[in-house]
Nanobody, 122 residues
Framework: EVQLVESGGGLVQAGGSLRLSCAAS????????IGWLRQAPGKEREGVSC????????YYADSVKGRFTISSDNAKNTAYLQMDSLKPEDTAVYYC???????????????WGQGTQVTVSS
């Protein structure tokens, strides 16, 4: 059974940092890319970032490039999202999910954990 447990969210001031963690089970990062999505109040879900550990490729939404860094520890089946220079518009519930990657496309599979809330104050 696929399980995903997100943690590390919280309340920070603009310009601050957080590191999110995703503990996964039921699949391995050798077989699937792993990444993050978020949903902000009143907005549609959007992909934030993912990593394909088979070749080291990373993918980022334009809105977070240069500020967020994705990584993974395959032995622990854990993914991380280091978020720096946070902005109020980063406020959202963040979820991790396995991703299918093909060329420039990165698409999440329909598996969800409980998510972790990130709130960035002005």
């Amino acid at each position: 059974e696929v399980q995903l447990v997100e943690s590390g969210g919280g309340l920070v001031q603009a310009g601050g940092s957080l590191r999110l963690s995703c503990a996964a089970s039921g699949f391995t990062f050798d077989d699937y890319a792993i990444g993050w999505l978020r949903q902000a109040p009143g907005k549609e879900r959007e992909g934030v970032s993912c990593i394909n550990s088979s070749d080291g490729s990373t993918y980022y939404a334009d809105s977070v490039k240069g500020r967020f860094t994705i990584s993974s520890d395959n032995a622990k089946n854990t993914a991380y999202l280091q978020m720096d220079s946070l902005k109020p518009e980063d406020t959202a519930v963040y979820y991790c999910a396995p991703f299918y990657v093909e060329g420039s496309s990165w698409t999440p599979y329909d598996y969800w954990g409980q998510g972790t809330q990130v709130t960035v104050s002005s």
